[in-house]
């Protein structure tokens, strides 16, 4: 088929979400190569981003358009390329999220520097959504958040918390320094767990490098931030089972994570490929599948919109501090982790994406659990 008709049937799929190809809406695309209209055709969002990593389009507000896109279900008739459905097939044969493989994916994505999330995150380097309520800026955004896990658990000085998944020790900082309490964090990142035990020094913190499923002693209370997204779905249930054993039978179990609308078993092609290896986003039904039996569910508190202010402020970081950053990660990497940052904003804006925080307990909280917020 010729590029002509490809572009027309582009065009028209994407004029029913209010997108203009070469318009002058700041979410309007801006193609500057013809091959662009098959490659997004037959390769769906993969193509799309992939596309915009080789410069074949550019658009001025991409969280805007992907906004768009999605509040318009466009996603939904993107097709499948082979590599994402040989993805989808991978995913329902084999545990990707293994032991072994957890590493390896970590590495992918958490070990490529510490100074890019220096210079994209807060001062406390959260990598997770923050609380925006209140807030006017990304530092006070991400302090209130952890100040809301340590107020939704109830902290007391001299308890003992797990952190699983603690990255580069924000929490653990945060908890030890304000609420007394001792933290014993772990990661499967040797670059996170580095950096956390220079951040954390001098504090009754210990980090670990090592992986959720070998855990065998208890704590007061646990909580994990941004890290079930990386556990898979072959692996919910366990997960949900080490957390049980760890935890002591009056403690509090906090989980944030992102949700998705609706169960599936691989990522969004684009995300699997280029940023977060072998991840996937739980559903209602996964969640409630891996805990049943386990856990109450004492709150469930959804801010999936601050999730899209918490992707723009890291993007603005990102993008301020190129300049820093340029010479080691080059050009094509800058698009892709703009794609990356701001196609996520969209995703949240839109509601395609959830931000969930859980507080479970193991029998139930005697005359209830007071919800904070």
């Known amino acids: 088929m010729s590029a002509q008709p490809l572009q027309q049937q582009v065009t028209a799929i994407l004029a029913t979400a209010g997108v203009t190809v070469n318009g002058t809406a700041p979410w309007d695309l801006q193609v500057h190569d013809n091959r662009f209209y098959k490659r997004v055709l037959t390769e769906g969002t993969l193509g799309l981003g992939e596309a915009y990593m080789d410069g074949w389009w550019d658009c001025e507000n991409i969280d805007q358009f992907v906004f768009k896109a999605i509040r318009a279900d466009l996603y939904r008739q993107a097709k499948l390329g082979w590599r994402s459905v040989l993805q989808v097939l991978l995913a329902r044969l084999f545990n990707l999220q293994g032991k072994g493989r957890a590493t390896r994916n970590a590495q992918r994505h958490y070990d490529i520097g510490n100074k890019l999330y220096q210079l994209m995150l807060d001062k406390r380097m959260n990598y997770s959504c923050g609380y925006w309520k209140d807030a006017n800026n990304l530092d ?11 107020r939704k658990l109830y902290l007391q000085p001299g308890q003992r918390v797990l952190d699983i998944g603690c990255g580069w020790g924000g929490f653990a900082k945060y908890a030890a320094e304000n609420y007394g309490v001792e933290v014993v964090g772990i990661t499967v990142s040797e670059e996170q767990a580095a950096l956390a035990r220079e951040i954390c020094k001098g504090l009754p913190i210990e980090i670990r490098l090592q992986d959720y499923r070998d855990l065998q002693e208890q704590f007061d209370h646990i909580v994990s931030v941004g890290m079930f997204e990386h556990v898979g779905y072959r692996n919910h249930r366990r997960f949900m089972q080490t957390a049980a054993r760890c935890l002591k039978e009056d403690g509090l179990f906090l989980l944030h994570t992102i949700g998705s609308n609706f169960s599936r078993v691989a990522a969004d092609p684009f995300t699997d490929t280029y940023i977060f290896p072998n991840c996937l986003i739980p559903s209602v039904k996964q969640l409630g599948s891996a805990m049943e039996h386990l ?4 709150d469930w ?5 601050y999730y899209d202010l918490t992707l723009v402020a890291w993007f603005r970081n990102f993008d301020f501090n190129w300049s820093q950053l340029q010479g080691e990660y080059g050009d094509r990497f800058y698009r892709m982790w703009k794609y990356y940052l701001l196609s996520s904003a969209g995703s949240f804006r839109a509601r395609n994406n959830q931000l969930w925080q859980l507080v479970l307990s193991k029998k139930g909280t005697i005359g209830g659990y007071e919800a904070v917020r």
């Open 140 to 150: 006070q955004a991400q302090e209130n958040k952890l100040d809301l896990i340590c």
């Open 295 to 298: 856990f109450i569910v004492e």
């Open 301 to 305: 508190h959804n801010f999936g919109p």
